[in-house]
Nanobody
Framework: VQLQASGGGLVQAGGSLRLSCAASGRTFRAIDVAWFRQAPGKERELVAA????????YYADSVKGRFTISRDSAKDTYFLQMNSLKPGDTAVYYC?????????????????WGQGTLVTVSS
C-alpha cells in the first residue's frame, strides 16, 4: 500500500487548507488512519486520527475545533480540513495508516506513511 499526500501550500493566518491522502496498491485494510505533523526542530506529533470503519475521531488539543478528519471509503482517500490556520500550524504534514488495534497516538504503531506535504501559515 502506498499513501500519497497532497494539498499543502502557503496560506495566510485565518485561512483554510484541505489535505488529501490517497491509498493505492493492495486492498486498503487499515484499522485507523491519521495525520501527523512535524515542525522544524520538533518531534512528529499526532494531529488527528479516525478508524477506517467507525465514527470516533481523535484530535490534538491544539487543533480541536479547527481541524476535521474525514474519509471517502469508496475512493480509499481521507482528508484533513484545516480552518482558522495559525502560524503555529506550519509543518510538514504526513498521512499514516495502521493495520493493528494498537494506540493511535504511538508513531511506531503505523505501518504506512505518505511522503509529507508542507503547510506554511504566514502571519
Amino acid at each position: 500500500v502506498q499513501l500519497q499526500a497532497s494539498g499543502g501550500g502557503l496560506v495566510q493566518a485565518g485561512g483554510s487548507l484541505r489535505l488529501s491522502c490517497a491509498a493505492s496498491g493492495r486492498t486498503f485494510r487499515a484499522i485507523d488512519v491519521a495525520w501527523f505533523r512535524q515542525a522544524p526542530g520538533k518531534e512528529r506529533e499526532l494531529v488527528a486520527a479516525m478508524p477506517w470503519r467507525g465514527d470516533r475521531s481523535y484530535y490534538a488539543d491544539s487543533v480541536k475545533g479547527r481541524f476535521t478528519i474525514s474519509r471517502d471509503s469508496a475512493k480509499d482517500t481521507y482528508f484533513l480540513q484545516m480552518n482558522s490556520l495559525k502560524p503555529g500550524d506550519t509543518a510538514v504534514y504526513y498521512c499514516a495508516a495502521k493495520t493493528n488495534s494498537a494506540s493511535v497516538y504511538q508513531i511506531s504503531n503505523y505501518d504506512y506513511w505518505g511522503q509529507g506535504t508542507l503547510v506554511t501559515v504566514s502571519s
